[in-house]
């Protein structure tokens, strides 16, 4: 079979080796339960769900691999869908790297997934897949702005800022994952782009630094990211409903 006529094989890469410190002490932000489940099996298993992804590459704290293997293998996946678990870096950039390395030859597209956005739906995941089969190099699930925003000159903590300008909010949109790739396109914004600080927590931001073109896709309001307590009494009440209205 010829490369033009050969199905573009698409692989997740979930990074999850950071602590989560917005949500309090504790287990790192990954595995904190939700509705029973460490949020990381809600997310590979959203991940799972598309019939477009065959392989999840799970990149854990360097420390606790085997542990978070031992969860996935604990709780049921999607039989179709093969999951990989490597040890991460110390950023998010660093660990998504790794992932990419441990793709294996034939994945032509790849998803990048934040492990605390447990539950993007499926058809969300389709639409960023699809945009990639379709010719975009470098896909974003993205929502309009609810709120004005304000961009405002630093200040000590606790005083006034000043605000320096007020940008159009309906050319704003609010970027989620999964953010989907041409495999090649990825792998050269992170073999490109120096490492510096705390590296890039927005792959897409990696590719539009090398020029290439970035697209939008609609998002999903469900696609969240749970950050802070808040948080996850919103997913908690976003599962029951969906349990109320699927039956599960």
Known sequence: ?????????????????????????????????LNG?????????????????????VVAPADGAPEV???????????RTDYLVVPGGDTRQESVRLGLEALPEGV??????DAARPLVPVDTVDAVVEAVRDGAVAVV????????????APAA???????????ERSRLRAVQTPQGFDR?????????????????TDDAGLVERLGAPVVVVPGHEEAFKVTRPLDLVLAEAVLARRRANDGF
């Open 1 to 33: 079979m010829s490369d033009e006529t050969r199905p573009l094989r698409t692989a997740a890469v979930i990074p999850a080796a950071g602590r989560g410190v917005r949500l309090g002490p504790g287990a790192p932000k990954a595995l904190r339960a």
């Open 37 to 57: 489940t460490p949020m990381l099996v809600h997310a590979v298993r959203a991940m799972a769900a598309s019939r477009a992804v065959s392989l999840v590459v």
């Open 69 to 79: 293997k031992r969860l996935l293998d604990e709780h049921a996946l999607p039989a």
């Open 108 to 113: 032509d597209i790849v998803l990048v997934h």
């Open 141 to 152: 699930p993205a929502m309009p702005l609810a709120d004005t925003v304000k961009e405002v």
């Open 157 to 167: 903590p606790g005083e006034p800022e000043p605000v320096v300008a007020t940008p």
């Open 184 to 200: 090649d396109t990825l792998v050269n914004a992170h073999a490109t782009i120096a490492l510096t600080g705390d590296g890039a």
